[in-house]
């Protein structure tokens, strides 16, 4: 499986951004087969939960309220709408796939495949 992530760019805090991730090499068709998710790592900074979804939705703290997770399982894509951006969520957003759908949604160690990530930037 191959993630590539996308949409990511420059804004000024307040403002939204959508990226996608799209996976290639999949055969599953529905939701209860994986789970996709997406982390994010600052500079100097350790990766962090964001959002995750399969059969359910899951947020990190600092997504809940602002972002919203979806995904197009027929297209083997997923989305990350972001909206009232600040300048900590600056940082190389990645996408991940799982297998294991009893795994913790938001342990990084616990997802299989990883995109090279997009990297958001926001400014004050």
């Known amino acids: 499986v191959q993630l590539q992530a996308s949409g990511g760019g420059s804004v000024q805090a307040g403002a939204s951004l959508s990226l996608s991730c799209s996976a290639s090499?999949?055969?599953?068709?529905?939701?209860?087969?994986?789970?996709m998710g997406w982390f994010r790592q600052a500079p100097g900074k350790e990766r962090e939960f964001v959002a995750a979804?399969?059969?359910?939705?899951w947020y990190g703290d600092s997504a809940k309220g602002r972002f919203t997770i979806s995904r197009d399982v027929a297209k083997h894509t997923v989305s990350l709408k972001m909206s009232e951006l600040k300048p900590d969520d600056t940082a190389v957003y990645l996408c991940?796939?799982?297998?294991?759908?009893?795994?913790?949604?938001?342990?990084?160690?616990?997802?299989?495949?990883w995109g090279q990530g997009t990297l958001v930037t926001v400014s004050s």
């Open positions: 090499g999949r055969t599953f068709t529905t939701i209860d087969k994986y789970r």
């Open positions: 979804i399969a059969w359910s939705t």
């Open positions: 991940a796939e799982a297998l294991d759908l009893q795994s913790s949604p938001g342990n990084v160690w616990d997802y299989d495949y």
